[in-house]
């Protein structure tokens, strides 16, 4: 008869705090938009690329995600100025909550407090729904940028720009291997190199830390 063995399971002694993040640089948010993701789809699928007119609004609006849903009566082909400024007055902006946690292991590397980003990234994550982290902002505007494309030639191609921007969100954590001091010094080192959203290569999305709350 085979022998068994008794596992003792130890509890892991998680702890949370709140985090609150101010922007130094405006922020660029600029996700795939819906058209795009339509045509590498359809790519994707094999079916012959559809040759769309670009609804500028759809474009603008669906870069940016929020933490409301569009309204119902507008489709994709409907959405105008008056979607966005719904969207605008009636929901927030979001940063990802996974690309805030990736820069911290990268921080972490580049500034060669270690040689890789496995401890920190086992040490900590960011709570949020859907990976979406709300943002408050002073002033909104749409830049238009001339962009490469990646067959040749260029395109225009509008960019949601939010300035005097903050945040708050949520870490969980352990202290088996950096103490919460050190994780919040961590995220200022992204802040202050890396950044979040687009445009990070030019200094946008910068941010540092203003207040920790431990529970």
């Given at each position: 008869m085979a022998k068994t063995e008794t596992i003792e399971l130890k509890d892991i002694?998680?702890?949370?705090?709140?985090?609150?993040?101010v922007g130094d640089s405006d922020l660029i948010l600029n996700k795939?938009?819906?058209?795009?993701?339509?045509?590498?789809?359809?790519?994707?699928?094999?079916?012959?690329?559809?040759?769309?007119?670009?609804n500028i609004w759809e474009?603008?609006?669906?870069a940016?995600?929020?933490?409301?849903?569009?309204?119902?009566?507008?489709?994709y082909e409907e959405m105008d100025e008056s979607t966005y400024r719904y969207m605008m007055e009636n929901g927030k902006p979001c940063v990802s909550s996974y690309g805030i946690w990736k820069s911290v292991g990268d921080a972490v590397v580049r500034n060669e407090v270690d040689n890789y980003a496995t401890k920190i990234r086992n040490a900590f994550n960011i709570s949020a729904v859907n990976n979406a982290i709300p943002i408050e902002f002073s002033e909104a505007n749409v830049d238009s940028k001339l962009m490469?494309?990646?067959?040749?030639?260029?395109?225009?191609?509008?960019?949601?720009?939010?300035s005097g921007w903050s945040c708050h969100f949520t870490i969980r954590y352990t202290e088996n291997?950096?103490?919460?001091?050190?994780?919040?010094?961590?995220?200022?080192?992204?802040?202050f190199g890396l950044g979040i959203g687009s445009g990070r290569n030019s200094g946008y999305g910068r941010y540092h830390v203003v207040d920790v709350k431990a529970a």
């Open positions: 002694e998680v702890k949370t705090a709140e985090i609150y993040i795939p938009n819906a058209r795009y993701e339509r045509e590498c789809r359809e790519v994707d699928d094999g079916t012959q690329v559809t040759k769309e007119k670009p474009d603008i609006c669906t940016v995600t929020w933490n409301i849903p569009f309204p119902v009566k507008n489709t490469p494309l990646k067959k040749g030639g260029h395109t225009i191609a509008k960019l949601n720009r939010f291997v950096y103490k919460l001091s050190q994780i919040v010094n961590f995220i200022n080192l992204a802040g």
